[in-house]
């Protein structure tokens, strides 16, 4: 599976973007879809994930309330909705998947996109 992130860029803070997830195969529609952000001199940091059906979701402490995710199997894409954005949510940001049926927590992804930068201003 490959997957390709887009949709960053620059946003004062308090605005929103959203970012796209396509999948170049169907056979994402089976597979636990996550994103992730780093940003400079950091770890890598969860951001959310979301199963398979899209019947089960889960987010980072630090964006729960504010960022959203969903997807569209018919399009083989996961999004992700920003809110309310912080100068601290500027990042890297990448999307990653993991195949299976679950609604468990995933903590291991077997595929990742290359990222989108997302720069919130003050």
């Known amino acids: 599976v490959q997957l390709q992130a887009s949709g960053g860029g620059l946003v004062q803070a308090g605005g929103s973007l959203r970012l796209s997830c396509a999948a170049s195969?169907?056979?994402?529609?089976?597979?636990?879809v996550g994103w992730f952000r780093q940003a400079p001199g950091k770890e890598r940091e969860f951001v959310a994930h979301?199963?398979?059906?899209?019947?089960?979701?889960r987010y980072g402490d630090s964006v729960k309330g504010r960022f959203t995710i969903s997807r569209d199997n018919a399009k083989n894409t996961v999004y992700l909705q920003m809110s309310s954005l912080k100068p601290e949510d500027s990042a890297v940001y990448y999307c990653?998947?993991?195949?299976?049926?679950?609604?468990?927590?995933?903590?291991?992804?077997?595929?990742w996109g290359q990222g989108t930068q997302v720069t919130v201003s003050s």
């Open positions: 979301i199963n398979w059906n899209g019947g089960a979701t």
């Open positions: 990653a998947a993991r195949p299976g049926y679950t609604t468990a927590a995933v903590y291991v992804f077997d595929y």
């Open positions: 195969t169907r056979t994402v529609s089976s597979h636990t």
